[in-house]
């Protein structure tokens, strides 16, 4: 293995023929499912609203994490630990920084959006409300190649996923699996707990919660990579789709009554 080899090298194969040791990652928006439903009338703006947190986390993932998927309601995260740009520990604490990262940018992006917002629409009006979870699992996977994507598949990778449904009473917090703790060290301004999850034919999982705490200093406050072409997408999109999709329906009405005519 070379040790400058990064993950987005040509050298890291797409395919393996065995399981490797990886670091799994998920961030999940809290009650996205809920808010879609009840926002039914106003999908538009939920799918707007949903497409910018999620451009926002994904412009923070950097190396050694890498994006293997986004599944709807989440961005699914892996770190290949063979192909390790960087020494351990540092790699520790680059993750570390990064996943506290994702709870301070998604806050500061609902903060952005909901400022000078004056849609009356159900997703508008509940934006501030919207939470990220994010979930970190370590252990092994194989990855596999289907029709030129990299997919990652073993039990861990279900593992992973099974942690979404937990019970852990908050809505913005890190969840660590007792395995994933060792793989990652957080900044010292999260308020740490430990607790145990129970899984069907996986059994007990040992975990470790991490919640911001509320005042941050100054200097630590997040801010998102927001362009003017970001804010310029955002306003078109806050404005012209409900008109153009209002159109669109008066258009199309109007066929509907000439054919019945
Ligand atoms: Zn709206």
């Keep these: 293995m070379n040790s400058s080899t990064t993950l987005s090298h040509p050298a890291e194969p797409l395919a393996r023929p065995a399981p490797e040791p990886v670091i799994l990652v998920l ?33 923070e993932v950097e190396l050694p994490l890498a994006v293997a998927e986004v599944e709807g309601d989440a961005v699914f995260l892996y770190g290949r630990k063979q192909f390790c740009p960087m020494p351990t520990d540092e790699a520790r604490r680059v993750i570390g920084a990064r996943l506290a990262r994702f709870l301070d940018i998604f806050a500061a992006k609902v903060l952005e959006l909901s400022q000078g917002n004056h849609c009356t629409c ?26 030129g994507f990299r997919k990652l598949s073993g039990v861990d990778v279900i593992l992973a996923h099974r942690l979404l449904k937990n019970s852990v009473p908050h809505k913005h917090y890190l969840m660590l699996t007792e395995a994933a703790r060792a793989d990652v060290e957080l900044p010292a301004h999260l308020e740490a707990s430990e607790g145990v999850e129970s899984y069907e034919d996986i059994g007990e999982i040992r975990t470790h919660i991490f919640l911001p705490r509320g005042a941050r200093p100054p200097e630590a406050a997040a801010r998102p990579r927001t362009t003017w072409r970001d804010r310029a997408r955002w306003q078109a999109g806050l404005w012209w789709t409900p008109l153009v999709e209002r159109l669109r329906r008066l258009r199309g009405g109007t066929r509907e009554l000439k054919v019945a005519a």
């Design 122 to 147: 159900g997703a508008c009006t509940h934006l501030p409300q919207l939470k990220l979870k994010v979930l970190v699992h370590s252990g092994e996977a194989l990855f596999y190649e289907l029709a």
């Design 27 to 59: 961030a999940d928006i809290s009650g996205y499912t809920r808010y879609m439903t009840a926002n039914a009338t106003s999908l538009a703006h939920s799918q707007l609203i949903i497409t910018e947190l999620f451009t926002a986390i994904l412009r």
